[in-house]
């Protein structure tokens, strides 16, 4: 995939700028399966640098689809970091599992719309339920944002909510999805989110090159 990026841009140092954490090895049995079909997550948070890296995973993902005819699933996924523990249920005094923490986004037609369970306790949860709302809405918008972009080059595209820690959800969504590339939006392997991560990660990562600055 990378080749054939730098082909098109005339570079040929695209693979040391951009691999960060090398692909985790693979049996034979476990690469002759996916060989039809490949899924590319990109970190998202509506920065320029994660739409630079969302819009190279969607150019990647539509060149290899021309090339081996294979299915490529592009997935931007944003991590809401949590300011206070939204899956308390101590503190919303909910039963369990009534409220849905994440959402995921699928070939959705227009802006996704939240529903939060209205508590009926306590002085402090009408201002928790406003910032938990504040940052759904914020969230709302940046995942259109990234379903905006990856439109442009027609492919297929799905887009995940996820509350946490940025790195642990990130490889949550590349273990169940199994993803085969991580993007993000670093320009150095020396960034603290690659630092953060475990360096047997499940799958490549990969940043944006420097060259593009130039």
Not at 60 to 83: M, P
Not at 91 to 107: A, G, H, T, V
């Amino acid at each position: 995939m990378l080749a054939r990026l730098q082909s098109a841009i005339g570079r040929d140092d695209l693979i040391e700028q951009m691999v960060f954490l090398p692909e985790a090895k693979k049996s034979f049995s476990k690469r002759g399966s996916q060989i039809k079909s490949a899924n590319l997550i990109v970190g998202y948070n509506g920065s320029p640098q994660s739409h630079t890296a969302l819009d190279l995973a969607c150019w990647i993902a539509h060149q290899t689809s021309l090339a081996t005819n294979s299915q490529v699933t592009v997935q931007a996924v944003y991590v809401l970091e949590e300011n206070f523990n939204y899956q308390s249920v101590d503190i919303f005094n909910l039963p369990e599992n009534q409220l849905q923490l994440e959402s995921e986004f699928s070939n959705i037609s227009k802006p996704a719309k939240f529903l939060l369970t209205q508590p009926k306790v306590t002085a402090i949860l009408p201002q928790l339920e406003r910032e938990f709302r504040t940052s759904l809405k914020e969230a709302d918008s940046i995942l259109w944002q990234a379903k905006t972009l990856a439109q442009e080059w027609q492919g297929s595209f799905k887009s995940h909510l996820r509350f946490g820690n940025i790195a642990k959800e990130l490889k949550k969504v590349v273990e169940l999805e199994s993803a085969d590339i991580l993007f993000l939006g670093c320009q150095s392997s020396n960034h603290p989110m690659i630092a953060k991560l475990d360096q047997n990660f499940p799958c490549a990562v990969l940043g944006i090159p420097h060259c593009i600055d130039e």
